[in-house]
Each structure stands twice: as C-alpha cells, then as structure tokens.
C-alpha cells in the first residue's frame, strides 16, 4: 500500500507563487517517477508535470518556464514550485507514483490552488 499526501495549495493573487509538497509513504521499490496532475471544474485531469528517478522533468506546455518539479529522495517527497500563477492554474493538483493512483482510478482529495483576481 502507498500512501500519497498532497499539501501547500491556497489562494493567491494572479502572478503569485506557491511550493506544492506530496509526500509518500508505505511500501514503496526504489526510485519512483512521479507526476503532478490536476483537474479544474468541469475539465477532465490534466497531467502537469513528470520527475524521473535520475532528476529527468517533463512540463505540459501551459506550464512551461513557469513550474518546476524536484523531488528529495531521503523524504521520499516530491514539490511543485508554480510561479507567475494565472487563473487558469486554478485548479485541485494531484501527486502520483509509478501511475499507482492511475491505475487505481482513486486520487483522494488533492490540495487546491485558487487563482483569483
């Protein structure tokens, strides 16, 4: 069993930053790829961004120069650090590991970002 816990969403003003944190836990076989996904009302989940167990990263062209993923292996924790926020950012974000709650088709709840003027 893992177990996936999302943190760090709130609101803020367009143009702002914040630093999403997922931290994972359970059983858990060497170095995972891990993702951030997110899903805006009324739109279908939205893969954002990729890390690699070797550091590799891969963006979804809407955020581009814009996000970044990184990730600390001793945590087993993965960040999203969003900056120049808009309002089409706003959005429930999702963490997964290895495609485990793909595969489950259950995300929890995620953590929210708001993105208001």
């Known amino acids: 069993q893992v177990q996936l816990v999302e943190s760090g969403g709130g609101l803020v003003q367009p143009g702002g930053s914040l630093r999403l944190s997922c931290a994972a836990s359970?059983?858990?076989?060497?170095?995972?790829?891990m993702d951030w996904y997110r899903q805006a009302p009324g739109k279908q989940r939205e893969w954002v961004a990729t890390?690699?167990?070797?550091?590799?990263?891969n963006y979804a062209d809407s955020v581009k120069g814009r996000f970044t993923i990184s990730r600390d292996n001793t945590k087993n924790t993965v960040y999203l650090q969003m900056n120049s926020l808009k309002p089409e950012d706003t959005a429930a974000y999702y963490c997964?590991?290895?495609?485990?709650?793909?595969?489950?088709?259950?995300w929890g709840q995620g953590t929210q970002v708001t993105v208001s003027s």
């Open positions: 997964d590991l290895n495609g485990y709650r793909a595969g489950r088709g259950y």
């Open positions: 359970g059983t858990i076989f060497g170095l995972p790829v």
């Open positions: 890390i690699t167990s070797g550091g590799n990263t």
